[in-house]
């Protein structure tokens, strides 16, 4: 459908067709849509050139040319997939160059309140596709061909994929200047703010979501009720910005979910071969979900190709396969990627009245190049048994024709609870390494975290194990063993470690705070009180930044304690500490 070129995608035209120039910098009038955007592309395709980047917006924000040709041909399903009419599927990519543009408090603010599965990319990009392919005499290939790309840092899909349906047929229709003035609409809405529910219009309605916090409970993802007495429309309202449907996605793997599931935990490499883009992208984003609470702290990419720049990386047999999941459609991978261990081969989803046809656990010997039938082809063998009780569930709930969010619910509480089952005894260890609040005294460096010790992890499961909270049966102890040696156990525990190291740090401010300060400098040299100036200015700087969980009250005595301390000293220093 969409041979590749070799020239490679042509070069961005900006806003209205100008030509973008890679400037320095993005307009500060365009504060509020980066906020939810970084750009939104527009792909086409070219006879002479192949898959080719029109249009950039706003014009301004720059990308590399390795940037551009991933979203070229990540923006097309491949000929494999032959998707006529409208398609919508989503990818994720490496940022090239490094950071181009600081992290600006408004991010911040925004992770130190998300939930750590929903913080913004620092380091990737994802983009969220809608892509249309129809019969056009008018144009010599005989077809339409063209993508509309929203790139964010937000795993917002569901959200993304209901803007995009919204806006996408308008703009095929009407084109730049449609997408001029959406644009415009987006850099109007509210910043996205943990806990809040927000009224977002664009192209005549009002979508109405609740971005998750970090202090919600793991089953509370619902919307809250929201007066529309100020709104001129009815909104259409998301029940979620990010997840999908788990019973749909899942429909040929259920007798697998719990397998999979550990693979996610254990952070294996995997690849999906799926029928088309959209397959991949939903298969791929709800096996990295279901992990949560938990952050996926491994690679994934929704839809991957072999025009990729990192396809060399990927697929070389010299050092042992990545821990990535891959989401692809060109049966070429079943031979370059032969020596992944875990190999998930999906047809076109069919759901009918009962549980869909389930794929099969098969050897990887029994892989064949060219017609691979669909399984999951794997050595792996499953620590935990298979919980029975939640297909006779989803089957029941089949049979009794339950409303299929019903059957995902379901499905992703089932998930969550096998999660959480797993990782509260790794919490409440975690926990008891923290030093007690009263150890935290004003004129002492904090105390320092205890170290995490393995064993001693796991001689606890005994009187402390997933088995009080979870009735599965398995070697939990294996699994724990394997998880270590796994970059989900890394990424969790440098980030709890962090958040208590940071929580000791604020017990230190508040100790300090309520100390009696005058009574300490008396008998103090000048160098030790202006080292407490510098000490507290450090710690307000980083309590201000939303790196430490203070209290605005602590924050204002901390303010108030430095004034006081500066005030006692003599004139020349005074000058020093705050010079005008």
């Known amino acids: 459908m969409n041979a590749p070129s070799r020239a490679g995608p042509r070069p961005a035209r900006g806003r209205l067709g100008a030509p973008s120039s890679g400037t320095q910098g993005r307009a500060a009038s365009w504060t509020r849509f980066s906020a939810w955007l970084e750009c939104v592309c527009v792909v086409t395709f070219d006879l002479e050139l192949g898959q080719a980047l029109e249009l950039v917006y706003p014009s301004d924000f720059r990308l590399t040319d390795k ?37 600006s408090i408004n991010d911040r603010h925004y992770d130190s309140g998300a939930p750590v599965s929903l913080q913004k990319e620092s380091s990737h990009y994802f983009g969220y596709v809608y892509f249309r392919q129809v019969k056009d005499s008018s144009v010599k290939r005989g077809y339409f061909q063209k993508s509309l790309v929203l790139v964010s840092r937000l795993p917002f899909v569901r959200l993304f994929q209901a803007l995009l349906s919204l806006i996408a047929p308008e703009y095929f229709d009407k084109l730049a200047p449609c997408l001029e003035a959406v644009c415009n609409e987006i850099d109007q809405w509210p910043a996205p703010e943990p806990g809040q529910t927000l009224n977002l219009p664009v192209v005549g309605v009002v979508l109405q979501v609740r971005v998750p916090s970090r202090v919600d409970k793991p089953d509370c993802s619902s919307l809250k009720h ?194 959480q ?39 606890s499961l005994d009187r402390a194990g997933p088995q009080r909270t979870c009735i599965l049966k398995g070697d939990w102890l294996g699994l724990y ?71 605005e009250e602590t924050l204002h005595r901390a303010q108030l304690n430095i004034e006081m301390v500066i005030g006692s000293l003599p004139k020349d220093l005074q000058a020093v500490l705050c010079p005008r």
């Open 67 to 103: 940037e551009k040709s991933s979203i070229c041909y990540l923006s097309f399903p491949d000929s494999h997939s032959g998707c006529l009419g409208d398609t919508q599927f989503s990818f994720r990519i490496r940022q090239c160059g490094g950071q181009r543009s600081p992290w």
């Open 226 to 419: 929201c007066g529309h007495e100020n709104l001129l429309l009815t909104p259409l309202v998301l029940s979620s910005v990010h997840e999908l449907d788990l019973f749909r996605c899942f429909q040929p793997v259920l007798t697998h979910v719990q397998m999979l599931w550990e693979l996610m935990l254990l952070g294996e490499p995997l690849v999906i071969l799926a029928p088309s883009p959209a397959v991949s992208s939903e298969m791929v984003l709800a096996l990295t979900s279901c992990l949560q609470p938990l952050k996926f702290c491994c690679d994934y990419r929704p839809y991957f190709t072999v025009h990729d720049s990192e396809f060399k990386e990927f697929t070389t047999r010299t050092q042992a396969p990545p821990n990535v999941v891959l989401g692809v459609t060109n049966p070429f991978f079943i031979k370059t990627l032969q020596h992944w261990p875990h190999i998930l081969r999906i047809g076109e989803p069919k759901l009918s009245g009962g549980l869909p046809k389930q794929v099969k656990l098969k050897k990887p010997s029994r892989l064949k190049t060219l017609d691979t039938k669909p399984g999951l082809y794997t050595t792996y063998t499953a620590h935990l048994h298979r919980d029975k009780a939640l297909l006779k569930r989803l089957l029941g709930g089949l049979q009794k024709k339950r409303p299929p969010g019903a059957l995902a619910a379901l499905l992703r509480t089932h998930l969550l609870e096998l999660t």
């Open 421 to 459: 089952s797993f990782v509260i005894p790794l919490e409440h260890y975690m926990a008891s390494l923290m030093p007690l609040q009263k150890s935290v005294t004003p004129w002492k460096s904090p105390p320092q975290i205890r170290p995490f010790h393995q064993d001693d992890f796991l001689r």
């Open 481 to 551: 063993r394997r998880f270590f040696k796994s970059p989900h156990f890394d990424g969790w525990y440098r980030q709890r470690r962090k958040e208590m190291a940071h929580k000791l740090e604020a017990l230190h401010l508040e100790a300090i705070c309520e100390a009696d300060i005058e009574t300490w400098m008396k008998d103090k040299s000048e160098v030790e009180v202006v080292d407490l100036v510098l000490k507290l200015r450090e710690k307000l700087v980083r309590a201000q930044g939303h790196q430490l969980p203070v209290k």
